[in-house]
Protein backbone atom coordinates (compact mmCIF):
# COMPACT_ATOMS: atom_id res chain seq x y z
CA UNK A 1 0.00 0.00 0.00
CA UNK A 2 1.92 3.15 -1.06
CA UNK A 3 1.69 5.97 1.63
CA UNK A 4 -0.13 8.89 1.29
CA UNK A 5 0.96 12.18 -0.68
CA UNK A 6 2.42 14.66 0.82
CA UNK A 7 0.19 18.07 0.83
CA UNK A 8 1.81 20.53 -1.24
CA UNK A 9 2.68 23.57 0.79
CA UNK A 10 4.25 26.79 -1.11
CA UNK A 11 7.26 28.72 -0.08
CA UNK A 12 9.14 32.20 -1.07
CA UNK A 13 12.84 32.21 -1.41
CA UNK A 14 14.67 35.49 -1.14
CA UNK A 15 17.83 36.27 -2.32
CA UNK A 16 18.43 33.08 -4.75
CA UNK A 17 21.39 32.66 -6.31
CA UNK A 18 21.49 30.98 -9.26
CA UNK A 19 22.66 27.63 -8.19
CA UNK A 20 20.47 27.82 -4.86
CA UNK A 21 17.60 28.58 -7.45
CA UNK A 22 19.15 24.76 -8.53
CA UNK A 23 19.05 23.06 -5.97
CA UNK A 24 15.52 24.29 -4.55
CA UNK A 25 13.91 23.64 -7.91
CA UNK A 26 15.25 19.70 -7.32
CA UNK A 27 14.39 19.39 -3.89
CA UNK A 28 11.12 21.08 -3.15
CA UNK A 29 9.25 18.81 -5.16
CA UNK A 30 10.36 15.75 -3.14
CA UNK A 31 9.20 17.57 0.33
CA UNK A 32 6.01 18.52 -0.93
CA UNK A 33 6.92 22.15 -2.01
CA UNK A 34 6.35 24.44 -4.22
CA UNK A 35 9.13 27.28 -4.60
CA UNK A 36 8.11 30.98 -5.45
CA UNK A 37 11.71 31.91 -6.13
CA UNK A 38 13.45 35.60 -6.34
CA UNK A 39 17.08 36.36 -6.64
CA UNK A 40 16.21 40.26 -5.36
CA UNK A 41 16.29 40.38 -1.42
CA UNK A 42 13.11 40.63 0.60
CA UNK A 43 12.19 43.71 1.23
CA UNK A 44 8.84 45.96 1.51
CA UNK A 45 8.56 46.85 -2.20
CA UNK A 46 8.28 42.53 -2.78
CA UNK A 47 6.44 40.93 0.36
CA UNK A 48 3.64 40.36 -1.97
CA UNK A 49 5.34 37.40 -3.32
CA UNK A 50 5.17 36.01 0.24
CA UNK A 51 1.41 36.16 0.31
CA UNK A 52 -0.44 32.92 0.52
CA UNK A 53 3.11 31.47 1.59
CA UNK A 54 3.26 31.86 4.95
CA UNK A 55 6.69 30.70 5.41
CA UNK A 56 9.88 31.56 3.49
CA UNK A 57 13.30 31.53 3.28
CA UNK A 58 15.87 34.14 3.14
CA UNK A 59 19.51 34.63 2.65
CA UNK A 60 21.86 36.06 4.95
CA UNK A 61 23.95 38.40 2.42
CA UNK A 62 21.00 41.87 2.72
CA UNK A 63 19.26 43.36 6.02
CA UNK A 64 15.77 43.01 6.56
CA UNK A 65 14.44 46.22 8.29
CA UNK A 66 12.02 45.89 10.96
CA UNK A 67 9.75 47.69 8.55
CA UNK A 68 10.15 44.87 6.13
CA UNK A 69 9.57 42.30 9.15
CA UNK A 70 6.28 44.07 9.57
CA UNK A 71 5.06 44.31 6.08
CA UNK A 72 6.06 40.60 6.01
CA UNK A 73 3.73 40.04 9.20
CA UNK A 74 0.91 41.96 7.49
CA UNK A 75 1.47 40.02 4.36
CA UNK A 76 0.78 36.66 6.19
CA UNK A 77 4.07 35.27 6.88
CA UNK A 78 4.33 33.35 10.47
CA UNK A 79 8.04 31.81 9.53
CA UNK A 80 11.32 32.72 8.24
CA UNK A 81 13.89 30.42 7.74
CA UNK A 82 17.46 32.33 7.39
CA UNK A 83 19.54 30.60 5.12
CA UNK A 84 22.54 30.74 7.72
CA UNK A 85 23.57 30.13 11.01
CA UNK A 86 24.13 33.66 12.08
CA UNK A 87 21.10 35.74 12.62
CA UNK A 88 22.91 39.28 12.44
CA UNK A 89 21.02 40.83 9.49
CA UNK A 90 17.63 40.54 11.52
CA UNK A 91 16.06 41.46 14.30
CA UNK A 92 14.79 38.12 15.70
CA UNK A 93 13.30 39.87 18.92
CA UNK A 94 11.16 42.20 16.56
CA UNK A 95 9.92 39.70 14.32
CA UNK A 96 9.06 37.40 17.23
CA UNK A 97 6.95 40.49 18.65
CA UNK A 98 4.97 40.59 15.07
CA UNK A 99 4.44 37.05 14.99
CA UNK A 100 7.21 35.81 12.71
CA UNK A 101 9.04 32.78 13.77
CA UNK A 102 12.56 32.65 13.07
CA UNK A 103 14.96 29.88 12.78
CA UNK A 104 19.06 29.65 11.08
CA UNK A 105 19.67 26.35 9.78
CA UNK A 106 22.83 23.68 10.08
CA UNK A 107 25.13 23.03 7.47
CA UNK A 108 28.51 21.01 7.60
CA UNK A 109 30.45 22.56 9.16
CA UNK A 110 33.80 21.24 7.83
CA UNK A 111 32.89 24.04 5.38
CA UNK A 112 34.12 26.86 7.04
CA UNK A 113 36.80 24.87 9.45
CA UNK A 114 38.45 23.75 6.31
CA UNK A 115 38.56 27.35 5.14
CA UNK A 116 39.82 28.20 8.36
CA UNK A 117 42.59 26.22 8.37
CA UNK A 118 43.35 27.30 5.08
CA UNK A 119 43.87 30.99 6.20
CA UNK A 120 45.47 29.65 9.15
CA UNK A 121 48.31 28.15 6.98
CA UNK A 122 48.76 30.74 4.46
CA UNK A 123 48.62 33.70 6.79
CA UNK A 124 51.87 31.84 8.98
CA UNK A 125 53.55 30.94 6.03
CA UNK A 126 53.63 34.56 4.07
CA UNK A 127 51.27 33.13 1.52
CA UNK A 128 50.17 36.12 -0.16
CA UNK A 129 53.56 38.01 -0.24
CA UNK A 130 55.14 34.72 -1.65
CA UNK A 131 51.94 34.11 -4.36
CA UNK A 132 51.91 38.56 -5.05
CA UNK A 133 55.68 38.17 -5.96
CA UNK A 134 55.64 34.80 -8.03
CA UNK A 135 52.88 36.27 -10.06
CA UNK A 136 55.42 38.87 -11.81
CA UNK A 137 57.92 36.05 -11.65
CA UNK A 138 60.12 37.62 -8.60
CA UNK A 139 61.05 34.22 -7.24
CA UNK A 140 63.15 34.90 -4.20
CA UNK A 141 62.39 33.94 -0.68
CA UNK A 142 60.60 35.89 1.44
CA UNK A 143 62.04 38.18 3.86
CA UNK A 144 60.41 36.83 6.77
CA UNK A 145 60.44 32.76 7.19
CA UNK A 146 57.38 31.30 7.69
CA UNK A 147 56.35 29.17 10.96
CA UNK A 148 55.41 25.58 11.63
CA UNK A 149 51.85 25.15 13.52
CA UNK A 150 53.46 22.39 15.53
CA UNK A 151 55.24 25.52 17.31
CA UNK A 152 52.61 27.52 18.09
CA UNK A 153 49.43 28.22 20.43
CA UNK A 154 46.27 28.58 18.94
CA UNK A 155 43.08 30.35 20.43
CA UNK A 156 40.04 29.20 19.41
CA UNK A 157 37.02 31.73 20.49
CA UNK A 158 33.93 30.17 19.91
CA UNK A 159 33.25 26.12 20.10
CA UNK A 160 29.88 25.43 18.53
CA UNK A 161 30.03 22.91 15.73
CA UNK A 162 32.62 24.98 13.67
CA UNK A 163 34.92 25.90 16.75
CA UNK A 164 34.85 22.29 17.33
CA UNK A 165 35.42 20.75 13.80
CA UNK A 166 38.51 23.69 13.75
CA UNK A 167 39.71 22.02 16.81
CA UNK A 168 39.85 18.33 15.31
CA UNK A 169 41.70 19.61 13.15
CA UNK A 170 44.22 21.76 14.86
CA UNK A 171 45.14 18.22 16.80
CA UNK A 172 46.73 16.45 13.77
CA UNK A 173 48.94 19.77 13.77
CA UNK A 174 50.31 19.12 17.30
CA UNK A 175 50.12 22.31 18.48
CA UNK A 176 48.79 23.71 21.72
CA UNK A 177 45.00 24.65 21.16
CA UNK A 178 43.42 26.92 23.95
CA UNK A 179 39.48 27.86 23.79
CA UNK A 180 36.87 29.96 25.09
CA UNK A 181 33.41 29.84 24.71
CA UNK A 182 30.56 30.82 27.67
CA UNK A 183 29.19 27.76 27.06
CA UNK A 184 32.20 25.22 26.90
CA UNK A 185 30.73 22.11 24.43
CA UNK A 186 33.65 19.80 23.71
CA UNK A 187 37.23 18.79 25.22
CA UNK A 188 39.33 21.34 25.36
CA UNK A 189 41.67 23.52 27.18
CA UNK A 190 39.39 26.08 28.50
CA UNK A 191 40.56 29.69 29.67
CA UNK A 192 39.43 33.02 29.86
CA UNK A 193 39.32 35.46 26.89
CA UNK A 194 42.28 37.79 27.96
CA UNK A 195 44.44 35.00 29.11
CA UNK A 196 43.98 33.39 25.81
CA UNK A 197 44.53 36.11 23.24
CA UNK A 198 47.60 37.05 26.03
CA UNK A 199 49.04 33.16 25.47
CA UNK A 200 47.93 32.36 21.88
CA UNK A 201 50.11 33.08 18.86
CA UNK A 202 46.99 32.76 16.20
CA UNK A 203 43.32 33.85 17.45
CA UNK A 204 40.48 32.25 15.58
CA UNK A 205 36.95 33.43 15.98
CA UNK A 206 33.79 31.43 15.55
CA UNK A 207 31.40 33.25 17.79
CA UNK A 208 27.84 34.24 16.90
CA UNK A 209 27.78 38.41 16.54
CA UNK A 210 25.40 39.29 19.40
CA UNK A 211 25.14 42.88 21.28
CA UNK A 212 27.61 41.18 23.67
CA UNK A 213 29.87 40.00 21.28
CA UNK A 214 30.10 42.93 19.27
CA UNK A 215 33.23 44.48 19.28
CA UNK A 216 34.61 41.23 20.96
CA UNK A 217 38.81 42.31 19.94
CA UNK A 218 38.43 45.76 20.85
CA UNK A 219 41.46 48.40 21.51
CA UNK A 220 41.71 46.89 25.01
CA UNK A 221 41.70 43.12 23.97
CA UNK A 222 43.75 44.18 20.88
CA UNK A 223 46.19 45.27 23.17
CA UNK A 224 46.44 42.26 25.00
CA UNK A 225 47.93 40.22 22.10
CA UNK A 226 51.37 38.89 21.60
CA UNK A 227 53.79 41.04 19.46
CA UNK A 228 53.50 39.01 16.04
CA UNK A 229 50.73 37.10 16.54
CA UNK A 230 48.23 36.77 13.80
CA UNK A 231 44.22 36.96 13.99
CA UNK A 232 41.60 34.57 11.73
CA UNK A 233 38.13 35.67 11.40
CA UNK A 234 35.54 33.35 9.47
CA UNK A 235 32.76 34.31 11.94
CA UNK A 236 31.75 38.13 11.57
CA UNK A 237 33.18 41.14 10.63
CA UNK A 238 31.59 43.28 13.67
CA UNK A 239 33.87 40.83 15.90
CA UNK A 240 36.57 43.02 15.72
CA UNK A 241 36.92 47.02 16.05
CA UNK A 242 38.38 47.09 12.59
CA UNK A 243 40.04 50.38 13.16
CA UNK A 244 41.80 49.29 16.20
CA UNK A 245 43.44 46.23 13.78
CA UNK A 246 44.28 48.44 11.48
CA UNK A 247 46.23 50.34 13.57
CA UNK A 248 48.18 47.58 14.81
CA UNK A 249 49.16 45.74 11.52
CA UNK A 250 49.96 48.88 9.83
CA UNK A 251 52.04 49.66 13.05
CA UNK A 252 53.42 46.31 12.31
CA UNK A 253 52.97 45.11 15.79
CA UNK A 254 50.71 42.34 14.88
CA UNK A 255 52.26 39.26 12.42
CA UNK A 256 48.93 39.42 10.15
CA UNK A 257 45.28 38.99 9.74
CA UNK A 258 42.82 36.54 7.28
CA UNK A 259 39.44 37.85 7.22
CA UNK A 260 37.08 36.27 5.36
CA UNK A 261 34.44 38.79 6.90
CA UNK A 262 34.55 42.65 7.44
CA UNK A 263 32.95 45.16 8.61
CA UNK A 264 31.02 47.21 6.31
CA UNK A 265 30.82 44.40 3.69
CA UNK A 266 27.39 44.36 2.86
CA UNK A 267 27.04 45.71 -0.70
CA UNK A 268 31.06 45.19 -1.84
CA UNK A 269 30.73 41.05 -1.14
CA UNK A 270 29.28 39.24 -3.25
CA UNK A 271 29.48 42.14 -5.89
CA UNK A 272 31.46 42.63 -9.19
CA UNK A 273 33.82 45.79 -7.64
CA UNK A 274 36.60 45.82 -10.35
CA UNK A 275 35.38 48.90 -12.27
CA UNK A 276 34.60 51.23 -9.62
CA UNK A 277 35.93 52.59 -6.55
CA UNK A 278 35.50 50.70 -3.45
CA UNK A 279 33.65 52.95 -0.41
CA UNK A 280 35.42 51.20 2.09
CA UNK A 281 38.80 53.02 3.39
CA UNK A 282 38.67 50.15 5.76
CA UNK A 283 38.85 47.27 3.13
CA UNK A 284 41.79 49.54 0.59
CA UNK A 285 44.14 49.97 3.56
CA UNK A 286 43.83 46.21 4.62
CA UNK A 287 44.38 44.85 1.42
CA UNK A 288 47.65 47.27 0.95
CA UNK A 289 49.36 45.62 3.43
CA UNK A 290 51.06 41.62 2.39
CA UNK A 291 50.25 40.19 5.63
CA UNK A 292 46.71 40.83 5.32
CA UNK A 293 44.36 37.90 3.30
CA UNK A 294 40.80 39.59 2.24
CA UNK A 295 38.42 36.80 1.08
CA UNK A 296 34.48 37.65 0.53
CA UNK A 297 32.52 35.95 2.81
CA UNK A 298 33.34 32.63 0.79
CA UNK A 299 34.11 30.10 3.97
CA UNK A 300 30.36 28.57 3.77
CA UNK A 301 30.22 27.96 0.12
CA UNK A 302 30.88 24.48 -0.43
CA UNK A 303 28.88 21.73 -2.69
CA UNK A 304 27.83 19.97 0.31
CA UNK A 305 27.26 23.56 2.73
CA UNK A 306 25.13 24.65 -0.10
CA UNK A 307 23.16 21.53 -0.68
CA UNK A 308 22.61 21.13 3.07
CA UNK A 309 21.27 24.73 3.76
CA UNK A 310 19.10 24.42 0.42
CA UNK A 311 17.56 20.88 2.03
CA UNK A 312 17.67 21.90 6.07
CA UNK A 313 15.71 25.57 4.78
CA UNK A 314 12.75 23.48 2.78
CA UNK A 315 12.63 20.92 6.10
CA UNK A 316 12.38 23.62 8.96
CA UNK A 317 9.62 25.19 6.70
CA UNK A 318 8.17 22.10 6.43
CA UNK A 319 8.50 20.92 10.21
CA UNK A 320 6.84 24.67 11.15
CA UNK A 321 4.02 23.94 8.93
CA UNK A 322 3.50 20.41 10.63
CA UNK A 323 3.75 22.13 13.89
CA UNK A 324 1.10 24.52 13.17
CA UNK A 325 -0.96 22.13 11.64
CA UNK A 326 -1.38 19.74 14.93
CA UNK A 327 -2.15 23.38 17.38
CA UNK A 328 -4.86 23.85 15.06
Known amino acids: ?31 GVAPTITAAAVSEANVELAISNQCISVGHKTPISNDTLLALSKAGVTYISTRSIGYNHLDVEYAESVGICVQNVAYSPDSVADYTLMLMLMAVRNAKSM ?33 TAVIDRLHGFGCRILAHDSFPQTAADYVPLDELLQLSDIITLHTPLTTDTYHLLDRQRLKLLKDGAFIINTGRGALIDTDVLLSELESGRLGGAALDVLEGEVGIFY ?19 PNVIVSPHTAYYTDHSLSD ?3 NSIVNCRKFESRKQQWI
Open 271 to 289: ADCSDKPIESERLVRLQKL
Open 131 to 163: IRRADVHDYRLNAVRGKELRDLTVGVVGTGRIG
Open 309 to 311: TVE
Open 1 to 31: MSSPAVPEMGITIYGCGEDEAVLFRDLAPGF
